[in-house]
Nanobody
Framework: QVQLVESGGGLVQPGGSLRLSCVASTRISIYRMGWYRQAPGNQRELVAAMSSGGSTNYADSVKGRFTISRDNAKNTVYLQMNSLKPEDTAVYYC??????????WGQGTQVTVSS
């Protein structure tokens, strides 16, 4: 069982920045790591993901504003969020995926963008 612990969420004004971190209890080098979010009344959606080889993909709504990165030596994945908008408000979840049977989630961290 892999444990994922997110941090870095909070309240920020529109246009501001936050950096989320996700620390894993195991080596993440072989995992596809991703960030998802879920706003009230909405389904969970992919925000950004990075394969074990370093390929990335982003939701259209965050392209050019968010950046996913990983530090395999620290078993940590990051999400740098810039130019935040009120519609980015959600609970953000870290995900580590290797297969259907190795699919792990963190507990989530709240991000609120409001003036």
């Amino acid at each position: 069982q892999v444990q994922l612990v997110e941090s870095g969420g909070g309240l920020v004004q529109p246009g501001g920045s936050l950096r989320l971190s996700c620390v894993a209890s195991t080596r993440i080098s072989i995992y596809r790591m991703g960030w998802y979010r879920q706003a009230p009344g909405n389904q969970r959606e992919l925000v950004a993901a990075m394969s074990s080889g370093g390929s990335t993909n982003y939701a259209d709504s965050v392209k050019g504003r968010f950046t996913i990165s990983r530090d395999n030596a620290k078993n940590t994945v990051y999400l740098q969020m810039n130019s935040l908008k009120p519609e980015d408000t959600a609970v953000y979840y870290c995900n580590a995926w290797l297969s259907t049977f190795h699919d792990y989630w963190g507990q989530g961290t709240q991000v609120t963008v409001s003036s």
